[in-house]
């Protein structure tokens, strides 16, 4: 069974050996100890400040493990707000209408505009789980459990939630769509970019294009990635759609990988999850039990996946082994909500 709970000082060293595995384009954990450190120091004091209601770029990290393990195998973010001081940069696309009665040609012309928003959204992120985890629902767990958390602390996050999706990069770094745009601005590699980008955003401002991009007069392998995530990534993305996530025809201003968006309110696990006592403890699970997330409320959050069933009143029946990992006894209350979405009938 994995626990997901929030990062602790004491988890830097194993977060350092994680992200040995996570690839190019996760910004967000970059391969850099000094910078993870200060990553998870911010997380600690946001945790740490959960009475501040206001959400102003605090930075919330989970870890997922396995208890009695210092093996971290998953990582999950949240920001509450982006923006502020540092403006927050995409891509948005855009269509022009161009037309010409003499040569009898009408076509939609897209457009990349840089958007500088510094009164920003929510932001999800930083999501990665270890390959030899990626099995029994796992991922889906650690990913929805942050929403759990929200669900408990809605007014600590702005109203509209974005993803920002890894987008094409092959195994050595190099990206399309950099290759066209970003290189003939910033004169550095991609991967630089994306380090600078989460030391100081200042080189963003100074020297990104001020005018509109016209998307036909980039090169074809750069127009086919716009808006298109990374292998590893599409499951993600499938993930976020099923909770209410859609394109919001922004894209990340180095790899143009997708930004997805949903109101906060609106998202399948915030909205549909409950509140319950915990009634019983079992040994083990029924048969027909469907697999839930649970959270534990209050100050001191933790989260898993297991099967969860009622008792006749209403309660819940939780395995004990599930209990002793959250910490909780019979009277108890617990934030649960179904792991999937329920598959909806088919119309007509």
Not at 9 to 36: H, K, Q, S, W
Not at 93 to 113: C, D, F, G, P, W
Not at 211 to 221: D, K, V
Request: glycine share 8%.
């Amino acid at each position: 069974m994995l626990i997901i709970r929030p990062v602790r000082l004491t988890d830097v060293d194993a977060l350092v050996e994680l992200t040995e595995l996570t690839g190019f384009g996760l910004t967000t954990l970059p391969r850099d100890r000094a910078l993870l450190e200060r990553r998870v120091r911010d997380a600690c004091r946001a945790f740490d400040h959960l009475d501040d209601d206001i959400p102003h770029g605090q930075n919330y990290l989970f870890i997922m493990h396995e208890p009695g393990s210092d093996q971290i195998v998953g990582t999950a973010g949240v920001t509450s707000k982006v923006g502020g001081y540092e403006p927050f940069y995409a891509y948005r696309i855009e269509s022009e209408l161009h037309e010409s009665a003499t040569l009898n040609v009408r076509k939609n012309i897209q457009t990349l505009h840089l958007l500088r928003e510094h009164d920003g959204p929510c932001e999800v992120g930083s999501l990665f789980l270890h390959p030899g985890y990626r099995r029994d629902g796992n991922g889906r767990a650690l990913s929805l459990a942050r929403f759990l958390f929200m669900a408990e602390h809605p007014t600590r996050f702005d109203p509209r939630v974005i993803a920002e999706l890894r987008g094409v990069i092959d195994h050595l770094g190099h990206s399309p769509f950099w290759d066209a745009v970003g290189k003939h601005f910033f004169d550095i590699d991609l991967l630089t970019a994306d380090y600078l980008s989460i030391v100081d955003k200042q080189f963003i401002a100074d020297l990104m294009p001020r005018h509109p991009i016209y998307i036909p007069m980039l090169p074809p392998q750069a127009q086919a990635v716009i808006g298109q995530c990374h292998d590893e990534t599409a499951p993600a993305r499938a993930l976020l759609e099923q909770e209410g996530f859609t394109f919001s025809h922004m894209v990340d201003i180095f790899e143009a990988g997708p930004i997805v968006e949903a109101p906060r309110d609106e998202i399948r696990t915030i909205r549909a999850s409950r509140l319950g006592i915990v009634q019983a403890i079992v040994q083990t699970p029924a048969d027909d039990a469907p697999m839930h997330l649970l959270a534990t409320v209050g100050r001191d959050f933790l989260a898993l996946h297991t099967p969860l069933s009622h008792t006749h009143d209403g309660g819940l029946a939780l395995p004990r082994a599930a209990g002793e990992a959250l910490g909780v006894t019979p009277g108890d209350t617990l934030r649960y909500v179904p792991l999937r979405p329920a598959i909806q009938p088919p119309s007509g």
